[in-house]
């Protein structure tokens, strides 16, 4: 069983940045693929971002260029830098702990808000 849990989301103005963090207790995320997805009311969840256990990452085509994805098998933490954000990356957003290619574990998600 892997307990994760967000945190660093919070209310910032366009153009802002935050970092969230995924911290996994429970059991070592050292060799699962970790992902950040997001979620507003009325819409399917949405992948944002992935990182594999060697560091090979993936990204929505909508925070190319913008987010950052990374981890630190160490601390048994995956961060998520989200940098020039848009009034449309307000969401819930969720990390999860993927098993055969899908999210088997998720936390319990952290509000994020850009204000235009």
């Known amino acids: 069983q892997v307990y994760l849990a967000e945190s660093g989301g919070g209310l910032v103005q366009d153009g802002g940045s935050l970092s969230l963090s995924c911290a996994a207790s429970?059991?070592?995320?050292?060799?699962?693929?970790i992902g950040w997805y997001r979620q507003t009311p009325g819409k399917q969840r949405e992948m944002v971002a992935t990182i594999t256990s060697t560091g090979g990452t993936n990204f929505a085509d909508s925070v190319k260029g913008r987010f950052t994805i990374s981890r630190d098998n160490a601390k048994n933490t995956v961060y998520l830098q989200m940098n020039s954000l848009k009034p449309e990356d307000t969401a819930v957003y969720y990390c999860?702990?993927?098993?055969?290619?899908?999210?088997?574990?998720w936390g319990q998600g952290t509000q994020v808000t850009v204000s235009s």
């Open positions: 999860a702990a993927l098993l055969y290619g899908s999210p088997s574990y």
């Open positions: 429970g059991s070592s995320l050292r060799f699962n693929v």
